[in-house]
C-alpha cells in the first residue's frame, strides 16, 4: 500500500482578476500613515501655482512629486532613478502617492526636468520646509527660547585632483564696516589729544581692493576647500543647522562653500530666523568656533544671550601673555604685573587697540627681562575693537545654565548631523552647486523635522489620555475612601 506525500508543490496559475485595497494592506504602524494623519500637504499647491501654466497638456501633481521626493529621503533612497523603481514595487509607498497598481509611477526625469526648468531660481523647497517650522510653532513644539547651531561638511561631487590656484577680490562684511567706521573715529580722537593736528601718520592707505588667493575646483567651482584640524581635506559644502533645543526641530538650514568661516553667516541666519519665522530668539549655544567678535557684537545688538565658549589667543612672542595684565574698563588702560597702567596708544589694521607702557617705566621696571624681547623698549599689548561684548559673553562660563545649553547643543547638532548623514541622503552631495545642495540639505532636514514632529504630537496626545486616566482614578478613590468613613465620625459631638 503506498504512503501519500502530503507535500504541497506551488503549480502555475493563471491570471487572476482581484480587488485590492491598498489601505488595507500598510501596516497600522507605518511610518508613511503617520505622515499622512498627521500633516496635509495641500498647502504645497498655493506655492506653486504660479509656476504652472493654464494651457497645454495636464501636468504630474506637484503634491505627488515632493511627496515621492520625500520618500526618498524618509527611507535614504540615493537616486531618483532608484525611487521609480522602489515606487513601483513598494505598496506602501503607492498609497502614500495615491497611486493604484494599474495606474505609471512617475518617471524619474520627470522629477528632474522640473527641477531644471519649473523649481530653478525658486524658493519652493525654502518655502515648503518653512510652512512646516510654522506648524511646529502654531503646536507649540518650536518656541525659539533656546536655539543650537552647527555646521557639518558634506563631500562636494569634485574630484581633489581637479583644482587650480585663483586670484579673488575680498568682500568686506557689514561689521567690517562697522569696525572701520568706529577705528576712524576713534584714531582721530587719539591724533587729537597727542597734538598731531589732522596730520596723517604713517603711509597713505592703499584703497585698492584687497585680494587672496584660493584653492578652486575645477569641476564644481562654488565648492570650497576645506583644510580644518581634523576635518578631511578636500572640496566641501558646509551645511549650517540651527535648531529649537526643545524638540530638536531644524529652524533653518544655510549652504556656503566649506572654505567660509561657520561665524560669518552666523548673525544673518539668525536675523532670518527672527523675520521669516517670527521667532523670539532668547538664547543660543555654539561651540568655539563661533567665538569671534562679530558674533559676540551682533548677539548683543539683537538682545539675544550667547552660550559659546572661549579659545586661547594667545602670541608666541610674549613672554608676559595678555591674561597676566588686568583691564581696567573705567580708565581704559591695562594694568601690568607691576602695577604700571598701558595706556591706548593707537589703532592697528582698523581691528584692534594697541595700548602702550611708558618707556621711562619699562626701563626702570625688575622684570623687564621677563617681559621685554631684546628690541622692545616698552611693552604693548593688543586688545580687539568689541572686546567688551566677548568678555560679556564668556562671564556666562561655568554657570548651570551655560551647561545646560551645552548638553542641548552636543545632543541635538552632533546627534542630528550624524542622523542625517547616515540615514538621510546627506553623506555627500549628489549634485554640483550651492542651489542643488541647498535642495537636497532642506530635504534632509524636512523629513527630520516632520519625524521629530510627529514624536512630539504623540508625546502630547500621550500625556493626554495619561492624565484623563490618572483623573478618572483620582475621581473613583474619593468616592471609595468616602463610603469606608464610619458615619458617627461626621456626627457632631454633643
Not at 50 to 74: E, Q
Not at 167 to 188: D, F, N
Not at 303 to 310: D, K, L, T, V
Amino acid at each position: 500500500m503506498g504512503v501519500s506525500n502530503m507535500m504541497d508543490k506551488n503549480q502555475p496559475s493563471q491570471s487572476k482578476y482581484m480587488y485590492v485595497n491598498l489601505e488595507e494592506l500598510v501596516p497600522k504602524d507605518h511610518l508613511l500613515r503617520e505622515v499622512i494623519d498627521k500633516i496635509d500637504f495641500s498647502f504645497i499647491y498655493d506655492k506653486v501655482e504660479n509656476m504652472y501654466s493654464h494651457r497645454g497638456r495636464r501636468s504630474v501633481d506637484p503634491v505627488k512629486l515632493i511627496k515621492m521626493l520625500l520618500i526618498g529621503y524618509f527611507f535614504g533612497i540615493p537616486s531618483e532613478r532608484q525611487l521609480e523603481e522602489q515606487v513601483r514595487v513598494n505598496l506602501a509607498y503607492r498609497w502614500f502617492l495615491n497611486i493604484d497598481l494599474d495606474e505609471p509611477v512617475p518617471d524619474h526625469s520627470t522629477i528632474s526636468q522640473n527641477r531644471r526648468r519649473r523649481f530653478k531660481g525658486t524658493n519652493v523647497f525654502q518655502e515648503i520646509f518653512d510652512e512646516i517650522i510654522k506648524l511646529c510653532i502654531a503646536e507649540g513644539i518650536v518656541t525659539g527660547e533656546i536655539i543650537v547651531t552647527d555646521s557639518t561638511h558634506i563631500k562636494a561631487n569634485a574630484s581633489n585632483k581637479r583644482k587650480e590656484v585663483v586670484t579673488v577680490e575680498c568682500t568686506p562684511s557689514e561689521y567690517l564696516g562697522i569696525l572701520e567706521k568706529e577705528a576712524e573715529a576713534l584714531q582721530e580722537k587719539i591724533n587729537k589729544e597727542k597734538g598731531y593736528k589732522g596730520k596723517k601718520r604713517g603711509k597713505e592707505p592703499n584703497t585698492a581692493p584687497k585680494t587672496k588667493q584660493i584653492v578652486r575646483s575645477k569641476t564644481d567651482p562654488e565648492s570650497g576647500y576645506l583644510n580644518r584640524p581634523e576635518k578631511p581635506k578636500g572640496f566641501h559644502y558646509l551645511d549650517h543647522m540651527s535648531i529649537d533645543a526643545k524638540h530638536g526641530i531644524i529652524t533653518d538650514v544655510y549652504v556656503t562653500p566649506g572654505n567660509v568661516d561657520d561665524s560669518e553667516p552666523y548673525i544673518d541666519r539668525l536675523k532670518s530666523q527672527q523675520e521669516r519665522l517670527g521667532l523670539n530668539i532668547r538664547k543660543v549655544g555654539a561651540d568655539k568656533g563661533y567665538d569671534y567678535m562679530n558674533v559676540h557684537y551682533g548677539l548683543d545688538k539683537l538682545g539675544i544671550e550667547g552660550y559659546i565658549p572661549g579659545f586661547a589667543r594667545l602670541s608666541k612672542t610674549e613672554s608676559f601673555t595678555i591674561d597676566k595684565f588686568a583691564y581696567n574698563r573705567n580708565k581704559d588702560v591695562y594694568i601690568c604685573p607691576e602695577g604700571k597702567f598701558l595706556y591706548l596708544s593707537h589703532i592697528k589694521q582698523k581691528k584692534t587697540k594697541v595700548y602702550a607702557a611708558r618707556t621711562r617705566e619699562c626701563k626702570a621696571c625688575l622684570l623687564k627681562e621677563q617681559c621685554l624681547s631684546k628690541s622692545d623698549r616698552r611693552k604693548s599689548v593688543t586688545r580687539p575693537f568689541h572686546q567688551d561684548y566677548a568678555d560679556k559673553t564668556h562671564t556666562r562660563q561655568g554657570s548651570v545654565e551655560y551647561t545646560r545649553i551645552r548638553k542641548l547643543r552636543r545632543m541635538w547638532c552632533e546627534g542630528t548631523n550624524g542622523i542625517l548623514k547616515e540615514n538621510h541622503n546627506l553623506s555627500k552631495a549628489r549634485r554640483r552647486g550651492i542651489a542643488n545642495v541647498l535642495e537636497q540639505c532642506l530635504l534632509s532636514a524636512l523629513v527630520i523635522n516632520i519625524k521629530r514632529y510627529i514624536k512630539a504630537i504623540k508625546q502630547r496626545e500621550l500625556r493626554k489620555k495619561h492624565t484623563c486616566i490618572s483623573n478618572k482614578i483620582r475621581t473613583i478613590m474619593r468616592k471609595w475612601l468616602g463610603k469606608l468613613v464610619p458615619s458617627h465620625f461626621c456626627q457632631q459631638a454633643p
